[in-house]
């Protein structure tokens, strides 16, 4: 089955600055990656996703990029605030996440130091 | 609108007692699935269904079910508990229709500790 990497486990930057979470998978078949936030107490939701068609997708301050040829995509959040604060986890499926599950990363907890 | 709610959020129980949980999708997402998420092993996939069909599920011993209603509701259901089941069961909602089913929207989870 698919099994995805994500590193570091831990990151602790100064605000303003930038941050980049890296992941790898290893089934080629995988087609949706999606990047979600979880905040203390509460359920992951999605920040950003992109499809294997397609090699970087940005949203204001979130981009992700994606390398179908060595299975890897990264998060990059720019111009970090307090509120960024939180654990990110990556993920990797077939499709759409629905019915053929999401394989998730161990998360990384990212820390914005004021 | 309302989005996934789980019931209850928290819950004691002892080894070798069984569990339901419950979670309501956001109205008109017709599919329900379920994650398991603990310190150790993370998040993990356990089944999801639509339209009252289980159509995956994940690597879980039997001792794990759920089932779907015609309202899309869902309830999972741990039988004989053990203490490596404590853990934050994740309910997650989306339109379905296909196995591409888009954006997973998450509920805040019940927290199950087993003693």
């Known amino acids: 089955g698919e099994n995805v990497e994500q590193h570091p486990s831990t990151l602790s930057v100064q605000e303003g600055d930038s941050a980049v979470i890296k992941c790898t998978y290893s089934?080629?078949?995988?087609?949706?990656f999606p990047w979600y936030k979880q905040e203390l107490g509460k359920g992951p939701q999605l920040i950003i996703d992109?499809?294997?068609?397609?090699g970087e997708k940005k949203d204001q301050r979130i981009a992700v990029t994606l390398n179908k040829t060595a299975k890897h995509f990264s998060l990059h959040i720019t111009e970090t605030q307090p509120e960024d604060s939180a654990v990110y986890f990556c993920?990797?499926?077939?499709?759409?996440?629905?019915?053929?599950?999401?394989?998730f990363g161990k998360g990384t907890h990212l820390i914005i130091q004021p | 609108k309302a989005g996934v709610t789980q019931t209850p959020r928290y819950l004691i129980k002892t080894r070798g007692q069984q569990v339901t949980l419950s979670c309501s999708p956001i109205?008109?997402?017709?599919?329900v699935s379920w994650y398991q998420q603990t310190p150790g092993q993370g998040l993990q996939f356990l089944f999801e269904?639509?339209?009252?069909?289980?159509?995956n599920k994940g690597n879980f011993p039997g001792r794990f079910s759920g089932r779907q209603f015609s309202n899309s509701r869902s309830e999972m259901n741990v039988s004989t508990l053990e203490l490596g089941d404590s853990a934050l069961y994740l309910c997650?909602?989306?339109?379905?229709?296909?196995?591409?089913?888009?954006?997973?929207?998450f509920g805040e989870g019940s927290r199950l500790t087993v003693l």
């Open positions: 992109i499809r294997s068609n397609v």
């Open positions: 997650a909602s989306s339109l379905g229709g296909t196995s591409s089913a888009g954006e997973l929207f």
């Open positions: 993920a990797a499926s077939l499709s759409g996440g629905g019915a053929d599950g999401l394989t």
């Open positions: 109205s008109g997402h017709r599919s």
């Open positions: 089934d080629s078949a995988s087609n949706y």
């Open positions: 269904y639509f339209s009252e069909t289980q159509r």
